[in-house]
C-alpha cells in the first residue's frame, strides 16, 4: 500500500491509451510501476478513485497497490501532454498490471462465484453502477491476469447515489443475467457484518487525504461530501437496501 508521499514519480513513460481517463504510466521511487491519474480527472473523482479503493481492499476485494505519488513539476516540463491532463503534485496511482487484460464476457464464468457475489454487493453498497459487462460489451473496470485472478480498478464514478437499482441489475458484470447464484438471507447476514466492519474504518480512511486536493475541493465542500458519502454507506442498516439485491 503506498502511504502520503512515500513514493515520487522519478519517470513518466507514457500516456496509456484506452479507457476514458487515459492515465499515465509512470516508475516511482520505489522502481514500481504505476497507474496515475491526476489533472484529467475532477477533485472529486481523484478522492472517489482513492477512498473506494482503500474500501475495496478493506472489504477484502482484490485492488492493486493504491495511493498517492508525487508528481515534480520537472518531470512534467517537457511533456506538454502530461504537464496539462497529468500535472505536478499529487495524483492517484494505482499498481500498474503487466500481464493483465480487461475481463470480457465470456470469461465471467471463470470467476469463483463467492468473489463475483463479493464485487456485486460491494458496488451496490458504494454507489459504484461503472463495472457493466454484457454479451454485447461494456466497461467491466475488471483485469484478469494470465494466471486467472481478478483485480479490481477504476472507481472514479463510485458514490453516485441514489443508484438506478434497475439498471444496476441489469448490466451489472455479475448481474443476475450472467450467473446462476442467487443472495440468501444467509448471504445477507454475512455481507451486514462485512459492511459493517468496513463502514466503521471509514473516517479512519479519510484521515490523510492529501492538502493539495483539500485545497482544490474546498474545506466546506469536502467535509459536506464526506458526510454524504459516510450517510449513504450506512443505508446497509435499512431494509430496502437489502430488498433490491437478488
Partial sequence: MINGHYIEAVEIIRRLEGGITRPFLCRASNDKYYVVKGLELPP???LAELLCARLAAAFGLPVPEHGVIYIDQGLTQYFPEARSSLGEGDCFALGYLHDASDLVFSQIGQIPAELQQDVYVFDYWVGNSDRQLTCYGGRPNLMMKEDGTLSLIDHNQAFQWPVDTREFIANHTFGPANRSWRLDLINQVEYRQRIEDTAVRFNELCSDIP???????????LSEHLRLIESNLLRYRMDDFWGVLE
Fill in 44 to 46: 472529486f473523482e481523484r
Fill in 211 to 221: 492538502e493539495q486536493w483539500r485545497e482544490a475541493l474546498g474545506d466546506a465542500a
